[in-house]
């Protein structure tokens, strides 16, 4: 089992960057596939994007291709999502995931963070 805390959420005016930290507990770190999720006022859960295991496969929801960045630091246990040129609509509480299998990663992951909130003014 693995253990996940987001941190790194705020207040951002549009254009603004933010940079979001998920930290897991246990050793088996590197053998999760890696991912982040939103759930914007009103909306369902969208994915936004994965890591594989070693980090050398990345994986973007289009609406945020070209602005954010997902890595990994496997030595700190920590996965990151780098976020540029927010907007309004990227107003929306983030979740790290964590999955065995990289095919269920996008869409049903094992194990979820409780949210960090990250809000984008106008």
């Known amino acids: 089992q693995v253990q996940l805390v987001e941190s790194g959420g705020g207040l951002v005016q549009a254009g603004g960057s933010l940079r979001l930290s998920c930290a897991a507990s246990g050793r088996t770190f590197s053998s999760y596939n890696m991912g982040w999720f939103r759930q914007g006022p009103g909306k369902v859960r969208e994915f936004v994007a994965s890591?594989?295991?070693?980090?050398?496969?990345?994986y973007y929801a289009d609406s945020v291709k070209g602005r954010f960045t997902i890595s990994r630091d496997n030595a700190k246990n920590t996965v990151y999502l780098q976020m540029n040129s927010l907007e309004p609509e990227d107003t929306a509480v983030y979740y790290c995931?964590?999955?065995?299998?990289?095919?269920?990663?996008?869409?049903?992951?094992?194990?979820w963070g409780q949210g960090t909130q990250v809000t984008v003014s106008s």
């Open positions: 995931a964590a999955a065995r299998a990289i095919v269920v990663v996008t869409t049903k992951p094992d194990y």
């Open positions: 890591i594989s295991r070693s980090g050398g496969s990345t």
